[in-house]
């Protein structure tokens, strides 16, 4: 199915898809001929072909539940996070700060930051983008029936003030540190969703109108996304370097390494890690290492499985696990053992946290001090219902398959009952955000801001954050609120790490080991510079360019 762009520059929007169409013949041929050549091209700068884990949910950054790879290449955020965890302005002039006086404390204890625009920047329908888009996107979030994947701090904010087209003033309720990430995901065209219900509007959640370097040309659903350069891009002429993209959706881990193999594909983002030996000695590619700010973890789900409500029962089941056997065998050492959710890259770590190393005896005691007695099968109940819970991870990612198998054969060791259920990369993400399921082993892959409000308070269950585990403590939520009105950072650090401690002590889930992101690319793909946080790989896809000669970045596992 061709998915037509809803927008032509300088059509009244009754009349964009008209106008489109005088064009859509020479496009469809185009379209036609890109997957007909895609099998067979070699990488260039006309056509990069990337194998991709998982078919997005939607196109709209703010309402996907999954990471924005292909999105952040169409709508640009105005901040992003370089390959050092550093903000850099994108369609923001400058980055806000106390210091340039573009952050304001209030004496009510609120906050105004200003937002200065970068000007010049088009939407890619050449309508202006201004700081009535900014604007909108609040008054989306905070005012209409529209409810994004996480208000992520929108709700923190009681007005915008524009009082030109190039300035945008936020005000916050209350101080809020991690201001500088709030726009990560861009902003809405108002021009084309004011007066819309943004949920149905399917037009710009399968194409969004962006700022980006790419647009998209054609969404062919279950095999692929088609992006081509937007030739009038705010850059420059100059940028991006690449023609077309295109997004092979393939979940399959042998499938997606199999086609880098045989040329099919030409880049793989996240190389699933007990991929990487087989692809050391591909002349064609280059692997490209960065230690990720995130962590694979097992999330406990409270509400769906009331058992785990009990501290007990939680501390069990993290002794119960033999972590360092899993990245010897299963992760080829690839990964190391952490604690926690803020991870060594931020200023913020904590590494003097409770842990629980593998030990089966206590395990054992602990269940049974909480009451789960062993059968004679040797599984565990109590007042004649089993400890047995489904746990949840994704399909065709066979190393999570591998450590689900285990995990499960080290929770039988101690007498507990997990089944393991697959669910593909897509649906998986629906499911989290329903919250209806028992555990899930997944990752957060985080930003370079170290708030962890969204996961662990009270009130941040979904639509509001990503508390999937339905974990509440007051004694948690008040300092990781505090943590988020300290701007100032060796204070907010004291907090955090307070934090840090209180999640280790309580164990809402079960912290296995950090994530090594290994992307195999191009051998002669210069500007490649991977990222450890959330912001991904493609936050400088513009820049990326074929030459005679790979440049390498990061290093090499």
């Not at 037509?4 to 379209?31: E, H, Y």
């Not at 399909?395 to 080290?410: K, P, S, T, Y």
Request: glycine share 8%; aromatic share 8%; with cysteine.
């Amino acid at each position: 199915m061709m998915v037509i762009p809803p927008f032509v520059a300088g059509a009244p929007q009754g009349r964009r898809l008209r106008a489109f169409g005088a064009t859509l013949g020479m496009t469809m041929l185009a379209v036609a001929a890109c997957a007909k050549d895609a099998g067979r091209a070699a990488p260039s700068n006309d056509l990069l072909i990337v194998g991709y884990d998982r078919e997005p949910d939607t196109m709209n950054r703010y309402a996907t539940h999954i990471l924005e790879d292909i999105q952040s290449c169409v709508v640009e955020g105005l901040v992003t996070n370089d390959e050092k965890m550093n903000a850099v302005p994108v369609l923001a002039a400058e980055i806000p700060t106390i210091q340039n006086g573009d952050v304001v404390m209030r004496p009510d204890g609120g906050m105004d930051v200003t937002w200065k625009l970068r000007p010049g920047v088009k939407w890619h329908d050449g309508k202006p983008h201004t700081s009535a888009d900014v604007k909108f996107t609040v008054d989306a979030i905070n005012k209409g029936d529209w409810k994004p994947e996480s208000t992520d701090g929108f709700d923190r904010i009681a007005s915008v003030d524009t009082p030109d087209s190039l300035t945008a003033v936020v005000h916050y309720k209350e101080a809020y540190a991690p201001y500088q990430m709030q726009f990560f995901r861009g902003t809405l065209p108002k021009h084309l969703l004011e007066g819309r219900n943004i949920d149905k509007a399917n037009d710009y959640n399968r194409n969004p109108m962006g700022t980006g370097p790419y647009r998209i040309v054609e969404w062919k659903t279950g095999e692929y996304v088609l992006l081509e350069k937007v030739n009038d891009y705010w850059r420059g002429p100059d940028y991006p370097k690449i023609n077309r993209i295109l997004f092979r959706f393939l979940p399959n881990t042998t499938t997606r390494i199999n086609q880098l193999k045989s040329g099919e594909v030409h880049l793989v983002a996240l190389v699933p890690w007990d991929k990487v030996r087989e692809l050391r000695a591909l002349p064609s590619v280059r692997l490209n290492q960065v230690l990720g700010n995130g962590y694979e973890h097992v999330t406990l789900n409270e509400k769906h499985f009331p058992p785990f409500k009990d501290l007990r029962v939680r501390q069990a089941l993290a002794h119960a696990i033999d972590r360092e056997l899993l990245v010897r065998t299963i992760l080829d050492s690839l990964v190391t053992t952490v604690d926690g959710p803020i991870q060594p890259l931020s200023w913020a770590y904590e590494p003097n946290v409770k842990r629980y190393p593998f030990d089966t005896a206590a395990a054992n005691r602990l269940l049974d001090e909480a009451g789960w007695k062993r059968g004679p099968d040797g599984m565990r109940a109590k007042d004649g219902h089993p400890l047995a819970f489904t746990l949840i991870t994704q399909a065709g990612f066979a190393i999570r398959e591998n450590v689900a198998q285990a995990l499960q054969r080290q929770f039988r060791d101690v007498g507990v009952n997990a089944s393991v259920k697959l669910i593909d990369g897509t649906t998986i993400s629906s499911v989290w955000f329903s919250g209806d399921f028992d555990a899930m082993l997944h990752w957060w892959q985080s930003g370079a801001d170290p708030e962890i409000t969204l996961v662990f308070a009270s009130d941040r269950t979904p639509p509001a954050g990503r508390n999937i585990n339905y974990f509440a403590d007051d004694s948690l939520t008040r300092v990781l609120y505090a943590s988020d009105r300290t701007v100032d950072q060796t204070k907010r650090a004291e907090l955090l790490r307070a934090a840090q401690r209180r999640v280790a002590a309580l164990v809402p889930e079960l912290v296995l080991y950090n994530t090594a992101k290994i992307d195999a690319v191009p051998a002669s793909l210069r500007n490649f510079k991977g990222n450890p946080t959330n912001a991904g790989p493609f936050w400088n896809v513009h820049e990326w360019e074929f030459g005679p000669t790979g440049v390498s970045r990061g290093q090499s596992p």
